[in-house]
Every structure is written in structure tokens, then in C-alpha cells.
């Protein structure tokens, strides 16, 4: 089924800072966030088990839980089951090491077994203290945490994860499954399979204004050939984007940080927010069913919902085109 025929609209919550991510969040403030979301209107919640090992889903629940079921749409990932033993030293998460260290302090498996699956749907069900999930993702097999292993990680999870999350689908337990993931060559590969496809995908990070060069290259178009809808994640690039510090989940280097300033100086001239600008750019291909911001404040919400809404004038978008600060390639609001 098509993501845009599930999804109830353009904006949703990414709920990986609610797992202590960069920094220890109190509960009350998580809680607070999500509830704001939800006054605010928006309706499709993602998590992750690996989002603080566990800790987004159980803070996510929390709320969820006392609010109607048929009124959102719920994502979650498989990939890693929690353990009740701990964590024993630093974590190895390949490039995202530390991503989490503020998150529960449980031992993680990595694992996309047709039974790792089955049991971390399972186990995603208890903590967001739900009876069923919308959309599942198949979390992380890409480069970024797995290096040269990664195909080896792609192709457990072909006959273990895609198998189940297809028969599931098929069985109307869910309604869609995908890729969550960093990187677009996994989605490129699955696309390419002749077998059960997946309904779409969530791309983090790389349909950004920061970085989208590589998604409209060879991914986009054929995601768009095959009617695969895109859930783009990390649409602020990991924070630089709404003033933050971080790039890819680590500090920006001086190169990043010398675009958004640039990108800041063509906003300012035209009066537009960075952050409309942000969402509705990852918005304009056509391939986007949702875009979804996280935050671990309540007025963040309110922002990204304004942001949305921002009248940005075609001027701004020209302007931007003749900039050179996006690829000739990306569709732009209002066709400019």
C-alpha cells in the first residue's frame, strides 16, 4: 500500500533525541514533547528500539497509550533486540558511537533474523504498550554501522526480515514495510530484487538541503519508476539546519557549517525561516509522503509546524536554484 494512502499528512515526529540522544532528557520533558505533538495535530509517531535501547518506545507508549488508537499512525524499526542484561563498556555502533550513551543502559543485539524480527516486533508491542504497529522499518543495514560486513547484514535481513515483514503485510497485521536507513545503496539494492517489495522507505539524512545530490542520482528516480514512497528523516541534517551543532550525528565540520551559512544569508534576505525552508524542500520531490523532525522540546514543536505552514515565496526558491546551494536536479515548491 502506498505510505501517502497511510500516512494522515506531510509532518510527523521522529522520536530518536526522546532515547537520550546527545543528551539526558527528564521524563516529564519527553512526555511534555510528544504531547504537544499530538495537540499540535500531528498523528504519525516513528520510533526505534535502538533509539536509547528501548527508551523512545517505553517514553512514546507512555503517551500514546492513553490516546486513541485508530487516531495515529505508528512506525517502529527491527534490527536490534534489547536484552535484560546490561551493557558491559562502550557500545560499538560504528560511526554513531556515543549517538545514545545518555539512553538505557541494556545490551543490544544486532540481528534481522526472520526470528530476531518476529521477537522485536514482539517485544516494540510491550513498550509502546500498543496491540499493533502501522508501518515497520528494517532498521540500519548500511555502511555506516556496518562497513565492508554491511551486505552481509543486507542479506540476512533479505531472507529473515523482508520475508516476515512481507507475510505480515500480506496478512494484514501490518499495513507497510520499508528501510530505515542512512545510506541510499540498500534501498537501491531492494529496489532491484525480484522479489516481495517493500512499500517504502525511510532515508535519513541524505534528502536534506545539505545533502540530496546522491538520492536524486540513481535512488529517487527509481523509487519513483516503481511507486515507492519516501519518509525523509532528519531533514535538519542532525540539528545544524535549526541551529545545532551536530552533522551526520557528529560535530559539523568547518565545510557544512560554511553552507548553512550561507543558506542562513539567503533566508534572511527573503524573510524565510531555515527551517521551512528545510521541510519543504525535502517535501518537493515527488517521491515524499512525510517528513519527520525530531525534538526534545515542546516549543520545537510548534516550530516545525509553523515551518510547514511558512508562505515561502517562489523568489526564495529561485533564488536558491541560481545559488548553486542544491543540485540542478531537485524539485523545488512551486516549481521554481
Avoid: C
Avoid at 532491484?192 to 539524512?205: H, I, T, V
Avoid at 534528502?207 to 528523516?233: C, F, I, K, S
Avoid at 525535502?282 to 520545537?300: D, N, Q
Wanted: aromatic share 8%; net charge negative.
Amino acid at each position: 500500500m502506498s505510505l501517502k494512502n497511510i500516512l494522515p499528512g506531510q509532518i510527523g515526529f521522529g522520536t530518536a533525541p526522546l532515547g537520550n540522544m546527545f543528551r539526558a532528557i527528564p521524563d516529564a520533558e519527553a512526555a511534555a514533547t510528544v504531547e504537544a505533538a499530538w495537540d499540535q495535530g500531528v498523528r504519525y509517531y516513528d520510533t526505534a528500539p535502538f533509539y536509547g535501547a528501548g527508551l523512545s518506545e517505553e517514553r512514546l507508549g507512555e503517551v500514546l497509550s492513553a490516546k486513541p488508537r485508530d487516531e495515529y499512525v505508528l512506525s517502529t524499526k527491527v534490527g536490534r533486540v534489547i536484552l535484560d542484561e546490561l551493557e558491559q563498556g562502550s557500545r560499538d555502533l560504528g560511526e554513531k558511537g556515543g549517538l545514545f550513551e545518555h539512553g538505557n543502559p541494556n545490551k543490544m543485539l544486532h540481528v534481522w533474523t526472520a526470528e530476531a524480527t518476529e521477537r522485536s516486533i514482539e517485544d516494540s508491542l510491550k513498550r509502546l504498550r500498543t496491540d499493533r504497529l502501522d508501518i515497520v522499518w528494517v532498521h540500519d543495514i548500511a555502511q555506516d554501522f556496518h562497513g565492508d560486513q554491511w551486505l552481509q547484514k543486507f542479506e540476512e535481513a533479505r531472507t529473515g526480515a523482508f520475508r516476515v515483514l512481507s507475510r505480515l503485510r500480506d496478512e494484514g497485521v501490518i499495513k507497510a514495510w520499508g528501510l530505515g536507513v542512512n545510506k541510499t545503496e540498500p534501498i537501491e539494492l531492494t529496489l532491484a530484487l525480484d522479489e516481495p517489495q517493500p512499500d517504502g522507505f525511510l532515508l535519513a539524512g541524505r534528502y536534506t538541503l545539505l545533502d540530496h545530490g546522491h538520492a536524486l542520482q540513481r535512488l529517487l528516480p527509481l523509487a519513483q519508476e516503481q511507486n515507492v514512497d519516501m519518509v525523509v528523516g532528519g531533514p535538519y541534517s542532525s540539528g545544524v539546519l535549526a541551529g545545532g551543532t551536530h552533522f551526520e550525528y557528529q560535530p559539523a565540520p568547518q565545510a557544512i557549517l560554511d553552507k548553512v551559512a550561507r543558506l542562513k544569508d539567503l533566508t534572511a534576505r527573503h524573510g524565510v525561516s531555515i527551517k521551512a525552508a528545510a521541510l519543504q524542500f525535502s517535501l518537493a520531490h515527488p517521491v515524499s509522503a512525510a517528513v519527520i523532525p525530531g525534538a526534545t522540546k515542546p516549543s520545537r514543536i510548534a516550530e516545525d509546524i509553523a515551518a510547514l505552514n511558512e508562505d515561502v515565496p517562489t523568489a526564495f526558491w529561485t533564488d536558491l536554484r541560481a545559488s548553486g546551494l542544491v543540485s540542478p536536479a531537485a524539485p523545488l515548491p512551486h516549481g521554481a
